[in-house]
């Protein structure tokens, strides 16, 4: 903060910028916004603040950079990796949530666009899709109270990226507020333009570090009317891997879901989540959800399932599989996915990873990493679940509550399992944030993988756009 | 260039470096390299250096950089807009030819991806893709000669966009050689990937401007086997838009081009091309040609299509049809289309445009920008061909050659039937490049059209990754 501007007198220029009801300073009205859901990352904020239109974000904007204090862009404060509080330590921010900018301004079914503000919830979006007959794409857990400016600025990813791609291949443009208060009005609605650098993926993806994005076109697809899902027993992961090439050359487009997961993670949802059942009769220690998605012939959708795998189980590459008889079992079986996160929560305490690798990969990555971690902590339970038609794997090392609070060191022990995991991943050609982020997590990972070169362009980028480190300082690029 | 370097100090230590073959300085040899394949742009060059390996472009970029002589980034220079070859005025660059950088370093069938030097020709790895039974989607009218690098430069477009995106979209990582020298290996071949700013797509349609794309990472995709196709007449283009929705929500994504033209285009086709049949008995205002692919089920898409246009005719949108009955008449019906560019440069002088609007305005901008012209010539000639499906029409005022001789100033009076189509675009929140990029036609637009925040910011970006303006200078952005 410059020595001329006090705490008081810049809440004071906010106030009179927004109103006094769209400054929060105290502490119990902050609360929600400088702690995470999960209770793990907690910070200061000098005060949160809640625009209501693009021209008050760069009021907020204009006034915060003269005081010299930093701005935390947030939306629905649901990121898994620290991403949307504020530091433990260092100055404390403006927190800027758009909570209040959640209209949609425009649906276009003809174009296969929607213009809407960055506060608007995922859930919100899809569903406008869904009464014009469009489909918007992106789908994951916190769909009910994300908003859709976080998952711009976090590329957010889901179950719908084997299909649809990330967040970042379902935008057209963007309205951003700069770090010296300019709006870019980028809201193209257009599925072509050749015009110029390619600004919006700038914004997208750079977790608040280089604007605040204030609105987006994003792009609809016609609505599948109808779906086809099977729950198998793949011999081992490479196995899976096979049956999913032969998904691919049977079914093209319409396969929309490759979920795997292995027992120890389908043992710990049956046994923590009421009412979930083991789809399969026997015991197997791989499991695979598939479904298949199209706009016609639900017939032909169920014929393709049923060759295809029947197919693979000649071929020996499946032991065991049921097809969703109805629309109740294709969300019962879902319901075993969508069930991984709770179960884990109560089960133990599990070091969650994020790592994606090629396709082609993904069994070696699954018997190196277990490798690695077993030869720190000899037989580790580890839950495995992942979307292994993106080389998504999510590898949990697991430790019994009692276990881990025994432990002389746990962070380092943390500390040690991840980097087996992200470890192997690199060697692999992989990533250690498929979609979760950088955030606060993954800071130090960014120093760990990131070649230096790659590193000095993104820092390059940052101090042209964000000269005096505005937004977000020192997240992002380290 | 500094004054302590000559060029024939700078052409020494660039054959030192790369050999004395891999230089080209003298006029024959580097004629096809200084001017356009069309003849209508040409400029001087410095020589042409035609490097082997990432290692030699990163030599000539810090010699070039040493001695301050900008470089002309060059693939197969089929650019549309003057892109590809040197400005008439101003200082002569070094051409860096990326031809004979043009292995296939990786095929991943499994993954879906496949790593490219930036000299391959796009047919080339269209066929590395199908000897695995997987499709690049990338297809355009210079794909036998154009560079894979070009077109990620230039963010290619063509008939695969309403299915597949553009270029764009499909790249997953870039190598890439920076204006100091350094080589960025971004060359990851993953589907999702969230660690920081996405650099690539700041080099993806930059135009060189930037930084040397000296290879790719690119996405494969499932093999359609089979197709089918019809021509159909619309009542008008509002009619061939209702039919579009039509089949989005019957065939989703199996649709795979929507290409409209109008009556005289089509007769400029016939006239002009050997052996172009019409497709439809009678005469006709307006002309659709549409495709839908499929990995599997031929009968179910012929059904589809049929079933689709039965019920367009039926409520009076379209006026007759004709369905492809085999894979010559399949072929034949593209011949049709592809046909175009040659047909009108035999026929007429034509003021090509390249703009794009929401699909939903086509109508409206086909309307409107008719209007404008007239306003100008009345009755003059109007071809009109556009991918519908991703609302890019070509709008093309057409002169009889003995008009356009006998015009007092000709130059001028294309800068004012461009300025009458582009500006209804621009009112319609279009662009006026929509794939062919900016090259050296499109500069003044980008002055006209782009808002003063945008010029800004690609400017900035520009000056921070190449800050003395070694790439392409005076390029893309005014």
């Known amino acids: 903060m410059n020595d001329a501007v006090t705490r008081e007198t810049l809440i004071h220029r906010l106030q009179d910028a927004l109103g006094a009801d769209a400054v929060l300073s105290d502490e119990p009205d902050t609360a929600g916004y400088t702690e995470d859901w999960r209770g793990r990352y907690r910070g200061e904020a000098l005060c949160v603040v809640l625009p209501s239109s693009t021209a008050q974000v760069s009021e907020v904007v204009k006034l915060c950079a003269a005081a010299g204090v930093p701005i935390l862009p947030q939306g629905g404060n649901t990121s898994l990796c620290g991403g949307a509080v504020p530091p433990a330590q260092g100055p404390s921010p403006v ?27 995922l859930k919100t979006v899809q569903d406008a899709a869904a009464d014009v007959g469009r489909l918007y794409p992106i789908s994951l857990g916190a769909e009910g109270s994300c908003q859709i400016g976080g998952t711009l600025s976090t590329n957010a990813g889901g179950t719908g990226v084997l299909r649809y791609g990330n967040t970042r291949e379902n935008v057209l443009g963007l309205e951003v507020v700069l770090a010296d208060g300019t709006v870019w009005e980028g809201l193209r609605a257009l599925r072509k333009d050749n015009t110029g650098i390619d600004l919006k993926h700038l914004f997208v993806g750079a977790e608040g570090t280089l604007g605040i994005i204030t609105a987006a076109a994003i792009k609809l697809h016609p609505l599948p009317t109808c779906h086809s899902l099977a729950w198998f027993a793949p011999r081992d992961p490479a196995a899976a891997r096979q049956v999913l090439g032969m998904f691919q050359n049977a079914c093209g487009s319409r396969l929309s879901a490759f979920e795997i997961m292995n027992r120890y993670q389908l043992d710990m949802v049956l046994a923590n989540v009421p009412n979930r059942r083991n789809p399969l009769a026997g015991a197997h220690d791989w499991h695979v ?26 071929q020996g590459l499946v032991e065991d599989a049921v097809i969703a008889a109805n629309e109740t079992q294709r969300a019962d079986l879902w ?17 969650t990873t994020d790592c994606a690798v090629p396709v082609s990969s993904v069994p070696e990555f699954i018997d190196a990493a277990t490798r690695a971690v077993h030869a720190v902590v000899p037989g580790l339970d580890i839950a495995i679940v992942g979307h ?3 080389g998504n794997v999510h590898f949990i090392p ?3 509550f009692a276990a881990w609070s025994s432990l002389p060191d746990s962070a380092s022990m943390g500390d040690t399992m991840r ?60």
Chains 1, 2 share one sequence.
């Open 335 to 351: 319901e075993v996915r969508h069930s991984v996160s709770e179960a884990n929560k109560k089960a133990a305490v599990g070091l």
């Open 398 to 400: 697991m430790f019994s």
């Open 289 to 314: 959800l598939v479904e298949l998605g199209d706009t016609r012939d639900a017939e032909g959708l169920e014929a393709v399932l049923t060759e295809t795998l029947g197919e693979a189980i000649e």
């Open 95 to 121: 927190i800027l949530n758009l909570a209040r900018m959640r209209h949609i301004r425009q649906i276009d079914a003809a174009n296969g666009s929607m213009i809407v503000e960055a506060g608007c919830i």
């Open 419 to 478: 980097a087996c995991v992200n470890d192997v991943a690199a060697r692999l050609s992989g990533t250690f944030s498929a979609e979760h982020g950088v955030g606060q997590t993954g800071l130090p990972l960014m120093q760990r993988y990131k070649a230096p070169a790659e590193l000095a362009l993104m820092r390059t980028v940052k101090a042209a756009l964000d000269p005096n480190q505005l937004f977000n300082p020192g997240r992002l690029v380290p």
């Open 388 to 390: 292994m038609g993106d």
